[in-house]
Nanobody, 129 residues
Framework: QVQLVESGGGLVQAGGSLRLSCAAS???????MGWFRQAPGREREFVAA??????????????DYADSVKNRCTITKDNGKNTAYLQMNSLNPEDTAVYYC?????????????????WGQGTQVTVSS
């Protein structure tokens, strides 16, 4: 069982930056990690993910981003600290949402919410104009 706790959200002005953290209680070195967000009145959407392409080949770690955040966000994972991060730059009001960290029960990267087995409670990010 894996428990995830997000932190780092808050209020920031447009153009600013935030770094979200996701601390995992269990060992997640063999887990792909992802970030999703949900704005009021909208469905939960994919933001970023980190993992490997295959369980068998264990190729290099890769990352994947939604088009809306590509080149503005960076997802990383520190296996020693059991923590994943989402660095967000050049924030705009459209980034306002509750951000959720998620983990898969596999190292294979994924970008849909149904692929993830464990979820955090979320952290609010509000970007003012």
């Amino acid at each position: 069982q894996v428990q995830l706790v997000e932190s780092g959200g808050g209020l920031v002005q447009a153009g600013g930056s935030l770094r979200l953290s996701c601390a995992a209680s269990g060992r997640t070195f063999s887990s792909a990690m992802g970030w999703f967000r949900q704005a009021p009145g909208r469905e939960r959407e994919f933001v970023a993910a980190i993992g490997r392409t295959s369980v068998i080949t264990w190729k290099d770690v890769i990352t994947d981003y939604a088009d809306s955040v590509k080149n503005r966000c960076t997802i990383t994972k520190d296996n020693g600290k059991n923590t994943a991060y989402l660095q967000m730059n050049s924030l705009n009001p459209e980034d306002t949402a509750v951000y959720y960290c998620a983990a898969r029960a596999t190292i294979v990267i994924g970008r849909t919410s149904g692929q993830y087995d464990y979820w955090g409670q979320g952290t609010q990010v509000t970007v003012s104009s």
